[in-house]
């Protein structure tokens, strides 16, 4: 499943493509993906020219004055700028044509990806709520806000710090793993590299959210924003225009100390690392490097 980083790097190669292009035509190969495909796509779009490509959370904005094409990849999805007479492939879904002779292309096999729209002023019951950023805003200057268009009457997430995780944690029993996956608490800190900063951090996953000082908060939000800023650097040497995310990413797999590692060795102190399910997701710790 793209994570974070995998979205990022397709916004980003995404943006030179599509940024100040206008949509010529929508072409929709189905009515559905993981939900039916929103009207404005073939009735608004078109005509349309492309103000910004952001991303919040794991979604994607493709702004324009009237509102904004929103796509999440799902499990599956992929994005590719082609030339416009590139032959469609299987699982081929949507095609927004551009006055560039270029076509954006989202394929998703298993149809768990979405397109929907969110009308400009407006924010989208899915992006409702979110908690902030890991990272600083992307796509344009005003990406930090919570989900708005920039017209919009902006409400401004807090800022993802120590002291935030600190004083949102008081009281919550939940183990500190689970406490940071929740989309409430901080959008995008997926499985793989939550258990990377937890380890870097040397918190056990298991702790309670509640129990974590606000000296190791600040060294665990260290950790995530070093790791998917690092994961995100990788994924844009690796990958340009072409993106096709799937699976755990493959650039980043020898240089875990955690993730998918249980019983095997721990890099830090040579003990074998614990293995268990937290929130139904499997967990892999090191027992003495991590309290
Ligand atoms: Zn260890």
Known sequence: ??????????????????????????????????????????GLLPGRRIEAVRRRAKYLLLDTA??????????????????????????????LALDSGQVLRFND???????????????????????PEPLPASGSARATVDGMDPEGGDVVAPTFSGDYLFALSRGRRVPVKSFLMDQKV????????????????????????????????????????????????????????FIS??????????????YGRGGEACRRCGRALKQALVGQRATVWCGHCQR
């Open 186 to 241: 901080v959008v995008g800190v997926g499985n793989i590299y939550v258990a990377e900063a937890l380890f870097a951090a040397g918190i056990s996953p298991l702790r309670a959210a509640g129990k974590v000082s606000r000296e190791r908060y600040a060294r665990l939000v260290e950790a995530v924003t070093t790791i998917l800023a690092h994961a995100i650097t990788r994924g844009g040497t690796t990958l340009r225009d």
């Open 1 to 42: 499943m793209p994570e974070l980083p995998e979205v990022e790097t397709t916004r980003a190669g995404l943006a030179p493509h599509l940024v100040g292009r206008r949509v010529v035509t929508a072409t929709l190969r189905r009515p559905d993906l993981r939900w039916p495909i929103a009207a404005e796509i073939a």
């Open 245 to 258: 995310p799937d699976g755990a990413p493959g650039y980043f797999e020898q240089e875990l100390f955690a």
């Open 66 to 95: 009237v509102g904004s094409a929103l796509l999440h990849l799902g499990m599956s999805g992929s994005l590719r700028v082609l030339p416009a007479d590139t032959p469609v492939r299987d699982h081929d879904h949507v095609d």
């Open 109 to 131: 096999p298993r149809r768990f990806g979405c397109l929907l729209w969110q009308p400009r002023g407006e924010v989208h019951p899915l992006l409702a709520g979110l908690g």
